[in-house]
């Protein structure tokens, strides 16, 4: 028993470490969108369930939830992406400023922000939708996404990389 009570103290201490650590988090930012329903019937056009809509949710996705799980464990946390220059994007980037990390998003004319779509009826995940398009890093973009990484990374003690594969680490952002 004293081996534990060891352990879980230096791990209580590495937590109440946490405010203390600065993330630097690099990566591809979505918005999740849970739409809640019920199926009580079979579409008659084809052998598909017809969901009642009773509620949406909306959150942070991909990279962007990972920033959220380190704010909420208290790490002081900074996070470089692309965003579309749309509704999503600054959807995306006010619920980024309510984990009170610090957001360094480029936005991006030619892009839509990523949103990830669930269908989910009781306890059945139906079915997921896309709004996706692959990003681009066009020299332009890249020098402008490199260059706030580069602000960022004298402030960070750590730096993770947060790869959903939605061209944002594509080897081809050097400008």
Do not use: W
């Not at 081996?3 to 650590?21: A, C, K, W, Y």
């Not at 199926?39 to 809509?53: N, Q, Y």
């Not at 990972?66 to 220059?85: E, I, K, P, Y």
């Not at 896309?130 to 580069?150: G, I, S, T, Y």
């Amino acid at each position: 028993m004293v081996e534990r009570n060891v352990s879980m103290n230096r791990l209580h201490t590495l937590i109440d470490g946490f405010p203390q650590v600065r993330i630097l988090c690099i990566g591809d930012v979505m918005l999740d969108k849970f739409l809640y329903g019920s199926v009580t019937r079979i579409s008659p056009e084809a052998p598909v369930p017809i969901m009642r809509m009773d509620r949406e949710t909306r959150m942070l996705g991909g990279a962007g939830n990972v920033v959220s799980n380190l704010c909420a464990l208290g790490c002081r946390t900074t996070f470089v992406s692309v965003v579309g220059d749309d509704a999503n994007g600054r959807q995306v980037k006010a619920f980024l400023e309510d984990t009170c990390c610090t957001p360094e998003l480029v936005e991006c004319r030619d892009y839509e922000t990523t949103v990830k779509i669930r269908f989910v009826a009781g306890k059945h995940h139906l079915l997921r939708a896309d709004q996706e398009q692959e990003l681009k890093m066009a020299p332009e973009l890249a020098a402008r996404f490199l260059e706030r990484v580069d602000a960022c990374l004298p402030d960070a003690d750590l730096v993770l990389l947060s790869d959903y594969g939605k061209g944002l680490f594509d080897g081809e952002t050097a400008p």
